[in-house]
T-cell receptor, first 113, second 109 residues
Framework: DTAVSQTPKYLVTQMGNDKSIKCEQNLGHDTMYWYKQDSKKFLKIMFSYNNKELIINETVPNRFSPKSPDKAHLNLHINSLELGDSAVYFC????????????FGSGTRLTVV | QQQVKQSPQSLIVQKGGISIINCAYE??????FPWYQQFPGKGPALLIA?????SEKKEGRFTISFNKSAKQFSLHIMDSQPGDSATYFC????????FGAGTTVTVRA
């Protein structure tokens, strides 16, 4: 199936731990994104990569570090997790940075306890 | 700061009724206005989209109306069905996708 897939779907961890979320797309898109959806369902962009190059880095704590080994993969590593990091994280991809629709993954629900 | 303002926060409609969701923006550089539908536990999925040189776009029961001078656009869901119950997000693009706050639509059978 052509899609954006992210793993894991659920992640429960303790404060202070380090965790990673992986994302892969097989749509042939050259731009990938990480979005955070908070408890009120608001979706906010965190990062964007175009052909492995970081092009958008919103005001996100340095504890969050994206990595794109190739244009089909975009991973998110989070250091020293805090309670406020609890949210659903969505990976997405698009064909270019212009006026195109984004395809989203099914999300990773991160709960920090 | 939210670049796209969306209302209402939630709405309830009877089966067969019309659901209307409104959005407004300020940034005239936005060049693409999509709507996304999200079901619980799923990611947002592109529903319908419009470019600013078009005033209306219809796909099945879903219609976008776009008013460039007023910087407003809206989604109309005709003949609403229980399966349409979801959260709907308007969005706008200028190099990145900025979302409205979402509208939870409940269609009562």
């Amino acid at each position: 199936d052509t899609a954006v897939s992210q793993t894991p779907k659920y992640l429960v961890t303790q404060m202070g731990n380090d965790k990673s979320i992986k994302c892969e797309q097989n749509l042939g898109h050259d731009t990938m994104y990480w979005y955070k959806q908070d408890s009120k369902k608001f979706l906010k962009i965190m990062f964007s990569y175009n052909n492995k190059e970081l092009i958008i880095n919103e005001t996100v704590p340095n504890r969050f570090s994206p990595k794109s080994p190739d244009k089909a993969h975009l991973n998110l590593h989070i250091n020293s997790l805090e309670l406020g990091d609890s949210a659903v994280y969505f990976c997405a991809s698009s064909q270019g940075t212009g006026p195109f629709g984004y395809t989203f993954g099914s999300g990773t629900r991160l709960t920090v306890v | 700061q939210q670049q796209v303002k969306q209302s209402p926060q939630s709405l309830i409609v009877q089966k067969g009724g019309i659901s209307i969701i409104n959005c407004a923006y300020e940034n005239t550089a936005f060049d693409y206005f999509p709507w996304y539908q999200q079901f619980p536990g799923k990611g947002p999925a592109l529903l319908i989209a419009i470019r600013p040189d078009v005033s209306e776009k219809k796909e099945g029961r879903f219609t976008i109306s776009f008013n460039k001078s007023a910087k407003q656009f809206s989604l109309h869901i005709m003949d609403s069905q229980p399966g349409d119950s979801a959260t709907y997000f308007c969005a706008a693009t200028e190099h990145k996708l900025s979302f409205g706050a979402g509208t939870t639509v409940t269609v009562r059978a």
